[in-house]
T-cell receptor, first 113, second 110 residues
Framework: DVKVTQSSRYLVKRTGEKVFLECVQD?????MFWYRQDPGLGLRLIYF???????EKGDIPEGYSVSREKKERFSLILESASTNQTSMYLC????????????FGEGSWLTVV | TQLLEQSPQFLSIQEGENLTVYCNSS?????LQWYRQEPGEGPVLLVT?????EVKKLKRLTFQFGDARKDSSLHITAAQPGDTGLYLC??????????FGTGTRLTVIP
């Protein structure tokens, strides 16, 4: 089975703190994604990466950055957390072929106070 | 941004009833996926449909992709409490582009 593991399930951070969300996948997938999920807004793509050291902006990249130094690991960084970044963050991966099935992690609940 | 509209947004039914949820767009997709998400968990893939008009069955769940590949439906027969969750459709337009609907939150009451 594909395994996408997010390192933290629940975090509480203060406004202005730097936050790292880590994600690891064990299926040698080329593509990795970070989404946030908010009630009424569905899943919105923040960033994705299709290869090591490559990254592409999604729909809502403002306030976020990412890092992909190794194929299996994709990190989401909030340089200075704000309360409007309180959300559920979902990491996902997929193989690089059309009809892409995306496999999700369990999610990280971030609360910024 | 592609727009995928799901309806209804919320659905609460009694165990044993049938239901259908819809996923509609003005865009054409190369494939469409359905996911179910339980509270506190990430979405889990249920099915991928690729061909216009395609019908796939997964036990009591029937998925259909529209002929024009712009819409899809999910029909559940004899719903059970274990079917409770958020159902998400997602349309693919290329190798790396997947657009999600806002979801249908289903509650099945025992």
């Amino acid at each position: 089975d594909v395994k996408v593991t997010q390192s933290s399930r629940y975090l509480v951070k203060r406004t202005g703190e730097k936050v790292f969300l880590e994600c690891v996948q064990d299926m040698d997938h080329e593509n990795m994604f970070w989404y946030r999920q908010d009630p009424g807004l569905g899943l919105r793509l923040i960033y994705f990466s299709y290869d090591v050291k490559m990254k592409e902006k999604g729909d809502i990249p403002e306030g976020y950055s990412v890092s992909r130094e190794k194929k299996e690991r994709f990190s989401l960084i909030l340089e200075s957390a704000s309360t409007n970044q309180t959300s559920m963050y979902l990491c996902a991966s997929s193989p690089n072929r059309s009809g892409n099935t995306i496999y999700f992690g369990e999610g990280s609940w971030l609360t910024v106070v | 941004t592609q727009l995928l509209e799901q309806s209804p947004q919320f659905l609460s039914i009694q165990e044993g009833e049938n239901l259908t949820v819809y996923c509609n767009s003005s865009s054409v997709f190369s494939s469409l996926q359905w996911y179910r998400q339980e509270p506190g968990e990430g979405p889990v893939l249920l099915v991928t449909v690729v061909t216009g008009g395609e019908v796939k069955k997964l036990k009591r769940l029937t998925f259909q992709f529209g002929d024009a590949r712009k819409d899809s439906s999910l029909h559940i027969t004899a719903a059970q409490p274990g079917d409770t969750g958020l159902y998400l459709c997602a349309g693919a337009t290329g190798a790396n582009n997947l657009f999600f609907g806002t979801g249908t939150r289903l509650t099945v009451i025992p």
